[in-house]
Protein backbone atom coordinates (compact mmCIF):
# COMPACT_ATOMS: atom_id res chain seq x y z
CA UNK A 1 0.00 0.00 0.00
CA UNK A 2 3.00 2.20 0.69
CA UNK A 3 4.82 1.64 -2.71
CA UNK A 4 1.45 2.78 -4.16
CA UNK A 5 0.97 5.88 -2.47
CA UNK A 6 4.62 6.97 -2.97
CA UNK A 7 3.96 6.04 -6.68
CA UNK A 8 0.95 8.37 -6.93
CA UNK A 9 3.13 11.39 -5.65
CA UNK A 10 6.32 10.51 -7.63
CA UNK A 11 6.89 12.89 -10.29
CA UNK A 12 7.72 10.83 -13.79
CA UNK A 13 10.17 11.69 -16.64
CA UNK A 14 9.18 12.51 -19.58
CA UNK A 15 10.81 9.27 -20.52
CA UNK A 16 8.65 7.35 -18.23
CA UNK A 17 5.82 9.24 -20.00
CA UNK A 18 6.31 8.22 -23.44
CA UNK A 19 7.08 4.82 -22.24
CA UNK A 20 3.93 4.03 -20.78
CA UNK A 21 1.99 5.95 -23.23
CA UNK A 22 3.59 3.86 -26.25
CA UNK A 23 2.95 0.93 -24.34
CA UNK A 24 -1.35 1.47 -24.00
CA UNK A 25 -1.30 0.77 -27.50
CA UNK A 26 1.39 -1.07 -29.24
CA UNK A 27 1.76 -5.05 -28.62
CA UNK A 28 4.57 -6.24 -26.97
CA UNK A 29 6.46 -8.44 -29.37
CA UNK A 30 9.78 -6.03 -28.23
CA UNK A 31 11.34 -5.26 -25.28
CA UNK A 32 13.27 -2.62 -25.47
CA UNK A 33 15.53 -0.89 -23.28
CA UNK A 34 14.38 2.28 -21.60
CA UNK A 35 15.31 5.10 -23.41
CA UNK A 36 13.06 7.23 -25.76
CA UNK A 37 15.04 8.07 -28.67
CA UNK A 38 14.00 11.00 -31.41
CA UNK A 39 17.26 12.06 -33.14
CA UNK A 40 20.13 10.57 -34.61
CA UNK A 41 23.15 11.39 -36.51
CA UNK A 42 26.53 9.33 -37.68
CA UNK A 43 27.36 7.27 -34.92
CA UNK A 44 24.90 9.35 -32.48
CA UNK A 45 21.54 9.12 -30.94
CA UNK A 46 19.85 11.55 -28.47
CA UNK A 47 17.22 10.74 -25.97
CA UNK A 48 13.97 12.51 -25.67
CA UNK A 49 15.45 14.21 -22.95
CA UNK A 50 18.38 15.54 -24.85
CA UNK A 51 21.66 12.67 -23.34
CA UNK A 52 23.78 11.73 -26.17
CA UNK A 53 24.61 7.72 -27.05
CA UNK A 54 27.16 6.54 -28.95
CA UNK A 55 24.89 3.28 -31.43
CA UNK A 56 26.86 0.57 -31.26
CA UNK A 57 24.28 -1.34 -32.60
CA UNK A 58 22.97 0.28 -35.78
CA UNK A 59 19.83 -1.44 -35.92
CA UNK A 60 21.05 -4.69 -36.54
CA UNK A 61 23.26 -3.12 -39.69
CA UNK A 62 20.62 -1.41 -40.91
CA UNK A 63 22.28 1.87 -40.12
CA UNK A 64 25.98 1.53 -41.23
CA UNK A 65 26.14 4.26 -43.18
CA UNK A 66 25.32 6.23 -39.89
CA UNK A 67 22.24 8.02 -38.99
CA UNK A 68 21.14 10.31 -41.56
CA UNK A 69 23.81 10.07 -43.49
CA UNK A 70 23.85 13.41 -46.31
CA UNK A 71 24.38 11.99 -49.45
CA UNK A 72 21.59 9.83 -48.80
CA UNK A 73 19.51 11.90 -47.05
CA UNK A 74 19.62 13.71 -50.22
CA UNK A 75 19.39 11.10 -52.89
CA UNK A 76 16.05 10.29 -50.55
CA UNK A 77 15.10 13.91 -50.72
CA UNK A 78 16.26 14.12 -54.33
CA UNK A 79 13.85 11.30 -55.67
CA UNK A 80 10.91 11.55 -53.32
CA UNK A 81 10.10 15.20 -55.18
CA UNK A 82 10.11 13.27 -58.06
CA UNK A 83 8.89 9.54 -58.26
CA UNK A 84 8.25 8.09 -54.69
CA UNK A 85 6.25 5.53 -55.42
CA UNK A 86 4.98 3.05 -58.77
CA UNK A 87 4.24 -0.53 -58.88
CA UNK A 88 6.88 -2.97 -61.05
CA UNK A 89 3.59 -2.81 -63.81
CA UNK A 90 5.57 0.21 -65.18
CA UNK A 91 9.52 0.70 -65.98
CA UNK A 92 11.55 3.46 -64.36
CA UNK A 93 14.24 5.54 -64.57
CA UNK A 94 16.22 4.01 -60.80
CA UNK A 95 15.80 0.28 -61.16
CA UNK A 96 17.88 -0.54 -64.39
CA UNK A 97 20.70 1.57 -61.97
CA UNK A 98 19.92 0.30 -59.34
CA UNK A 99 20.03 -3.45 -60.18
CA UNK A 100 22.97 -2.92 -62.00
CA UNK A 101 25.47 -1.99 -59.30
CA UNK A 102 24.07 -4.75 -56.98
CA UNK A 103 25.43 -6.90 -60.41
CA UNK A 104 28.44 -5.45 -59.98
CA UNK A 105 29.48 -5.30 -56.40
CA UNK A 106 28.47 -8.79 -55.80
CA UNK A 107 29.61 -10.88 -58.95
CA UNK A 108 26.16 -12.53 -59.96
CA UNK A 109 23.76 -12.08 -62.68
CA UNK A 110 20.14 -10.78 -61.60
CA UNK A 111 18.46 -8.95 -58.97
CA UNK A 112 15.23 -9.43 -57.84
CA UNK A 113 14.18 -6.37 -55.31
CA UNK A 114 11.68 -6.59 -52.27
CA UNK A 115 11.08 -4.66 -48.96
CA UNK A 116 12.14 -6.66 -46.14
CA UNK A 117 15.13 -9.22 -44.98
CA UNK A 118 12.10 -11.63 -44.09
CA UNK A 119 10.72 -11.15 -47.97
CA UNK A 120 14.10 -11.86 -49.45
CA UNK A 121 14.36 -14.87 -47.64
CA UNK A 122 10.79 -16.03 -48.61
CA UNK A 123 12.05 -15.42 -51.72
CA UNK A 124 15.12 -16.95 -52.13
CA UNK A 125 12.81 -20.37 -50.89
CA UNK A 126 11.05 -20.29 -53.63
CA UNK A 127 14.07 -19.43 -56.17
CA UNK A 128 15.55 -22.83 -54.86
CA UNK A 129 12.37 -25.16 -54.86
CA UNK A 130 11.58 -23.86 -58.42
CA UNK A 131 15.06 -24.60 -59.36
CA UNK A 132 14.69 -27.83 -57.62
CA UNK A 133 11.94 -28.64 -59.62
CA UNK A 134 12.38 -27.23 -63.32
CA UNK A 135 15.78 -27.80 -63.46
CA UNK A 136 17.42 -30.78 -60.90
CA UNK A 137 13.78 -32.33 -61.62
CA UNK A 138 13.08 -33.04 -58.22
CA UNK A 139 9.35 -34.86 -57.43
CA UNK A 140 6.70 -32.46 -57.13
CA UNK A 141 5.90 -31.02 -53.44
CA UNK A 142 9.26 -32.88 -52.32
CA UNK A 143 11.75 -30.76 -52.60
CA UNK A 144 13.85 -30.17 -49.45
CA UNK A 145 16.57 -27.16 -48.14
CA UNK A 146 19.00 -27.38 -45.31
CA UNK A 147 19.30 -25.32 -42.72
CA UNK A 148 21.38 -24.77 -39.43
CA UNK A 149 20.47 -25.08 -35.94
CA UNK A 150 20.19 -21.82 -34.36
CA UNK A 151 19.46 -20.05 -37.54
CA UNK A 152 17.35 -16.77 -37.63
CA UNK A 153 16.26 -15.59 -41.07
CA UNK A 154 13.03 -13.56 -39.75
CA UNK A 155 9.89 -13.83 -38.53
CA UNK A 156 7.35 -14.98 -41.51
CA UNK A 157 5.42 -18.40 -40.76
CA UNK A 158 7.58 -20.30 -43.39
CA UNK A 159 10.58 -19.14 -41.33
CA UNK A 160 9.85 -19.92 -38.28
CA UNK A 161 9.15 -23.34 -39.65
CA UNK A 162 12.87 -24.13 -39.86
CA UNK A 163 13.64 -21.80 -36.82
CA UNK A 164 15.28 -24.02 -33.78
CA UNK A 165 14.51 -21.50 -31.38
CA UNK A 166 11.35 -22.64 -29.26
CA UNK A 167 10.41 -18.94 -28.58
CA UNK A 168 9.74 -17.95 -32.50
CA UNK A 169 7.81 -20.84 -32.93
CA UNK A 170 5.30 -21.68 -29.90
CA UNK A 171 1.95 -21.04 -30.89
CA UNK A 172 2.11 -20.47 -34.44
CA UNK A 173 1.82 -23.81 -36.13
CA UNK A 174 1.01 -25.84 -38.32
CA UNK A 175 4.69 -25.35 -39.70
CA UNK A 176 5.71 -25.08 -43.85
CA UNK A 177 7.28 -28.62 -44.50
CA UNK A 178 10.48 -28.63 -46.44
CA UNK A 179 13.31 -27.94 -44.62
CA UNK A 180 16.33 -30.08 -42.79
CA UNK A 181 18.38 -28.39 -39.84
CA UNK A 182 21.85 -29.70 -39.22
CA UNK A 183 24.36 -28.36 -37.13
CA UNK A 184 25.83 -24.86 -37.77
CA UNK A 185 29.69 -25.35 -39.14
CA UNK A 186 29.69 -29.26 -39.49
CA UNK A 187 30.15 -30.34 -42.85
CA UNK A 188 29.88 -34.01 -42.05
CA UNK A 189 26.36 -33.84 -40.99
CA UNK A 190 25.34 -31.26 -44.01
CA UNK A 191 26.77 -33.87 -46.69
CA UNK A 192 24.57 -37.06 -44.09
CA UNK A 193 21.71 -34.78 -45.06
CA UNK A 194 21.71 -33.94 -48.47
CA UNK A 195 19.43 -36.81 -50.67
CA UNK A 196 18.54 -36.62 -54.11
CA UNK A 197 15.60 -34.25 -52.95
CA UNK A 198 17.18 -31.76 -51.98
CA UNK A 199 17.51 -28.02 -53.62
CA UNK A 200 19.31 -26.09 -51.83
CA UNK A 201 21.47 -25.14 -48.45
CA UNK A 202 20.20 -21.88 -47.43
CA UNK A 203 22.60 -20.74 -44.25
CA UNK A 204 24.37 -17.47 -42.64
CA UNK A 205 27.98 -17.06 -43.27
CA UNK A 206 27.91 -15.78 -39.47
CA UNK A 207 25.05 -16.31 -37.31
CA UNK A 208 24.06 -12.94 -35.65
CA UNK A 209 20.65 -13.21 -33.35
CA UNK A 210 22.77 -16.79 -32.23
CA UNK A 211 25.60 -14.85 -30.66
CA UNK A 212 27.72 -13.36 -33.51
CA UNK A 213 28.89 -17.45 -34.12
CA UNK A 214 31.42 -17.55 -37.01
CA UNK A 215 32.46 -21.32 -38.34
CA UNK A 216 35.73 -22.27 -38.69
CA UNK A 217 37.95 -21.05 -41.56
CA UNK A 218 37.68 -23.48 -44.49
CA UNK A 219 34.17 -23.81 -43.68
CA UNK A 220 32.90 -21.83 -46.84
CA UNK A 221 34.84 -23.16 -49.38
CA UNK A 222 34.06 -26.97 -47.96
CA UNK A 223 30.28 -25.86 -47.99
CA UNK A 224 30.82 -24.62 -52.00
CA UNK A 225 32.79 -27.61 -52.66
CA UNK A 226 30.16 -30.07 -51.21
CA UNK A 227 27.21 -27.76 -53.27
CA UNK A 228 29.08 -28.40 -56.18
CA UNK A 229 29.28 -32.38 -56.02
CA UNK A 230 25.97 -32.64 -54.81
CA UNK A 231 24.45 -30.33 -57.24
CA UNK A 232 22.58 -28.24 -54.74
CA UNK A 233 22.08 -24.99 -54.69
CA UNK A 234 24.25 -22.17 -51.99
CA UNK A 235 22.17 -19.33 -50.34
CA UNK A 236 23.88 -17.55 -48.36
CA UNK A 237 21.95 -14.72 -46.15
CA UNK A 238 23.60 -11.92 -45.52
CA UNK A 239 20.96 -9.75 -44.75
CA UNK A 240 23.52 -8.92 -41.72
CA UNK A 241 26.92 -9.78 -42.22
CA UNK A 242 26.84 -8.16 -45.97
CA UNK A 243 27.15 -4.76 -46.93
CA UNK A 244 30.66 -4.12 -45.73
CA UNK A 245 29.95 -5.59 -41.99
CA UNK A 246 32.50 -7.90 -41.55
CA UNK A 247 35.45 -6.36 -43.39
CA UNK A 248 34.66 -6.81 -46.72
CA UNK A 249 31.57 -5.95 -49.01
CA UNK A 250 30.26 -9.76 -48.18
CA UNK A 251 31.41 -11.91 -45.86
CA UNK A 252 31.45 -14.78 -48.44
CA UNK A 253 34.41 -12.47 -49.78
CA UNK A 254 36.46 -13.52 -47.13
CA UNK A 255 36.97 -17.43 -48.72
CA UNK A 256 36.76 -16.34 -51.93
CA UNK A 257 33.30 -17.93 -52.87
CA UNK A 258 30.88 -17.26 -55.29
CA UNK A 259 26.73 -18.47 -54.14
CA UNK A 260 24.31 -19.19 -56.31
CA UNK A 261 21.91 -16.92 -54.48
CA UNK A 262 22.79 -14.25 -52.17
CA UNK A 263 20.33 -12.67 -49.54
CA UNK A 264 20.67 -9.04 -49.29
CA UNK A 265 18.76 -6.63 -46.42
CA UNK A 266 19.15 -3.79 -43.67
CA UNK A 267 22.30 -1.76 -44.99
CA UNK A 268 20.80 -1.98 -48.48
CA UNK A 269 18.11 1.06 -47.36
CA UNK A 270 21.18 3.29 -46.01
CA UNK A 271 18.99 3.97 -42.64
CA UNK A 272 16.67 5.43 -44.87
CA UNK A 273 14.06 2.68 -46.14
CA UNK A 274 13.77 -1.64 -45.70
CA UNK A 275 15.39 -2.16 -49.27
CA UNK A 276 15.98 -6.01 -49.60
CA UNK A 277 16.63 -7.88 -52.70
CA UNK A 278 18.08 -11.46 -53.70
CA UNK A 279 20.90 -11.84 -56.07
CA UNK A 280 21.14 -14.70 -58.27
CA UNK A 281 22.96 -16.68 -61.18
CA UNK A 282 21.07 -16.51 -64.20
CA UNK A 283 20.30 -20.48 -64.27
CA UNK A 284 17.98 -19.58 -60.92
CA UNK A 285 16.96 -16.34 -61.95
CA UNK A 286 15.76 -16.65 -64.83
CA UNK A 287 13.52 -19.21 -64.22
CA UNK A 288 11.16 -16.29 -62.16
CA UNK A 289 8.59 -15.75 -64.85
CA UNK A 290 5.79 -12.89 -64.90
CA UNK A 291 3.45 -13.55 -62.11
CA UNK A 292 5.55 -15.98 -60.41
CA UNK A 293 6.88 -13.50 -57.79
CA UNK A 294 6.14 -9.84 -56.97
CA UNK A 295 5.66 -6.94 -54.76
CA UNK A 296 3.88 -3.73 -55.11
CA UNK A 297 6.36 -2.08 -52.82
CA UNK A 298 9.56 -3.91 -54.13
CA UNK A 299 11.92 -1.97 -56.31
CA UNK A 300 10.07 1.31 -56.20
CA UNK A 301 11.65 4.48 -57.37
CA UNK A 302 12.50 5.79 -53.73
CA UNK A 303 14.06 2.70 -52.89
CA UNK A 304 16.04 2.35 -55.89
CA UNK A 305 17.59 5.70 -55.64
CA UNK A 306 18.27 5.23 -51.88
CA UNK A 307 19.64 1.62 -52.29
CA UNK A 308 22.35 2.79 -55.00
CA UNK A 309 23.54 5.54 -53.03
CA UNK A 310 24.32 3.54 -50.30
CA UNK A 311 25.90 1.33 -52.11
CA UNK A 312 28.15 4.16 -53.63
CA UNK A 313 28.70 5.60 -50.29
CA UNK A 314 30.02 2.42 -48.56
CA UNK A 315 32.58 2.07 -51.50
CA UNK A 316 33.16 5.11 -52.20
CA UNK A 317 34.13 6.68 -48.23
CA UNK A 318 35.95 3.69 -47.39
CA UNK A 319 33.54 2.25 -44.77
CA UNK A 320 34.45 -1.81 -45.65
CA UNK A 321 38.15 -1.09 -45.29
CA UNK A 322 37.28 1.00 -41.95
CA UNK A 323 35.71 -2.30 -40.62
CA UNK A 324 38.18 -4.65 -41.02
CA UNK A 325 40.66 -2.38 -39.21
CA UNK A 326 38.27 -0.79 -36.85
CA UNK A 327 37.00 -4.24 -35.98
CA UNK A 328 40.15 -5.97 -35.38
CA UNK A 329 41.49 -2.99 -33.71
CA UNK A 330 37.78 -3.50 -31.05
CA UNK A 331 38.26 -7.24 -31.21
CA UNK A 332 41.79 -7.14 -29.82
CA UNK A 333 40.85 -4.30 -26.68
CA UNK A 334 37.64 -6.27 -26.06
CA UNK A 335 39.75 -9.54 -25.60
CA UNK A 336 42.24 -7.63 -23.88
CA UNK A 337 39.60 -7.74 -20.85
CA UNK A 338 40.36 -9.68 -18.12
CA UNK A 339 37.32 -10.30 -15.84
CA UNK A 340 35.75 -13.39 -14.65
CA UNK A 341 32.32 -11.94 -15.83
CA UNK A 342 33.84 -11.97 -19.22
CA UNK A 343 33.65 -16.25 -20.53
CA UNK A 344 34.83 -14.69 -24.45
CA UNK A 345 34.43 -12.43 -27.36
CA UNK A 346 34.10 -13.36 -31.21
CA UNK A 347 33.79 -11.74 -34.15
CA UNK A 348 34.61 -10.56 -38.09
CA UNK A 349 34.87 -6.70 -38.47
CA UNK A 350 32.68 -4.51 -36.67
CA UNK A 351 30.57 -7.22 -36.11
CA UNK A 352 31.48 -8.61 -32.44
CA UNK A 353 29.75 -11.19 -29.99
CA UNK A 354 30.71 -10.57 -26.29
CA UNK A 355 29.88 -13.44 -23.90
CA UNK A 356 29.36 -13.04 -20.36
CA UNK A 357 29.11 -15.86 -17.65
CA UNK A 358 25.10 -15.87 -16.99
CA UNK A 359 25.76 -16.89 -13.20
CA UNK A 360 27.37 -14.16 -12.87
CA UNK A 361 25.47 -11.34 -15.26
CA UNK A 362 22.73 -11.46 -17.75
CA UNK A 363 23.88 -9.57 -20.82
CA UNK A 364 20.38 -7.39 -20.57
CA UNK A 365 22.08 -5.45 -17.33
CA UNK A 366 25.46 -4.98 -19.17
CA UNK A 367 23.33 -3.28 -22.17
CA UNK A 368 21.48 -1.44 -19.33
CA UNK A 369 24.82 -0.48 -17.72
CA UNK A 370 26.16 0.62 -20.99
CA UNK A 371 22.94 2.83 -22.00
CA UNK A 372 23.42 4.77 -18.93
CA UNK A 373 27.33 5.17 -19.56
CA UNK A 374 25.88 6.97 -23.17
CA UNK A 375 25.73 3.00 -25.03
CA UNK A 376 23.47 1.62 -26.37
CA UNK A 377 23.80 -2.06 -27.61
CA UNK A 378 21.61 -5.16 -27.39
CA UNK A 379 22.01 -8.14 -25.81
CA UNK A 380 21.10 -11.84 -27.53
CA UNK A 381 20.14 -15.55 -25.83
CA UNK A 382 20.34 -13.57 -22.31
CA UNK A 383 24.52 -14.34 -22.89
CA UNK A 384 26.18 -12.23 -25.60
CA UNK A 385 26.17 -8.45 -26.38
CA UNK A 386 26.64 -7.57 -29.31
CA UNK A 387 28.46 -4.92 -30.47
CA UNK A 388 27.75 -3.71 -34.30
CA UNK A 389 28.44 0.13 -34.85
CA UNK A 390 28.23 2.02 -37.48
CA UNK A 391 30.95 1.86 -40.12
CA UNK A 392 31.82 5.36 -40.09
CA UNK A 393 33.00 4.90 -36.74
CA UNK A 394 36.75 6.12 -35.58
CA UNK A 395 39.24 5.24 -33.54
CA UNK A 396 38.45 7.77 -31.19
CA UNK A 397 34.88 6.95 -30.68
CA UNK A 398 35.97 3.14 -30.10
CA UNK A 399 38.33 3.91 -27.93
CA UNK A 400 35.87 5.81 -25.43
CA UNK A 401 33.35 3.49 -25.77
CA UNK A 402 35.65 0.84 -24.66
CA UNK A 403 36.51 2.78 -21.37
CA UNK A 404 32.48 2.68 -20.59
CA UNK A 405 32.84 -1.72 -21.18
CA UNK A 406 35.34 -1.71 -18.92
CA UNK A 407 34.09 0.98 -16.07
CA UNK A 408 30.48 -1.27 -16.82
CA UNK A 409 32.54 -4.09 -15.81
CA UNK A 410 34.47 -3.24 -13.17
CA UNK A 411 31.11 -1.95 -11.72
CA UNK A 412 29.74 -5.14 -12.19
CA UNK A 413 32.33 -7.15 -10.75
CA UNK A 414 32.39 -5.01 -7.35
CA UNK A 415 28.46 -5.80 -7.06
CA UNK A 416 29.46 -9.62 -7.81
CA UNK A 417 32.66 -9.71 -5.51
Excluded at 44 to 58: N, V
Amino acid sequence: MLNKIIEMFSPKSPTQKLIEHEAQFVAKNYHPLPVVLNRGEGCYLWDHEGKKYLDMMSAYSAVSCGHSHPRIVKALTDQVGKLAMCSRAYHTNTLGPFVEKLVQVTGLDEVLPMNTGAEAVETAVKAARQWGYVVKKIPENMAEIIVADGNFHGRTTTIISFSTEPDYRKNFGPFTPGFKSVPFDDLKAIEAAITPNTAAILFEPIQGEAGIKTPHDGFLQGLRKLCDEKNVLLILDEVQSGLGRTGKMFCFQHENVLPDVLILGKALGGGLLPVSAIVGKKAVMELFKPGSHGSTFGGNPLAAAVGLEALKVLEEEGMVQNSAILGAYMQEQLRGINSPLVTGVRGRGLWIGMDFDPARVTARKVCEKLMEKGILSKDTHHTVVRFAPPLTITREQIDWALEQVRAVIRELEGKNG
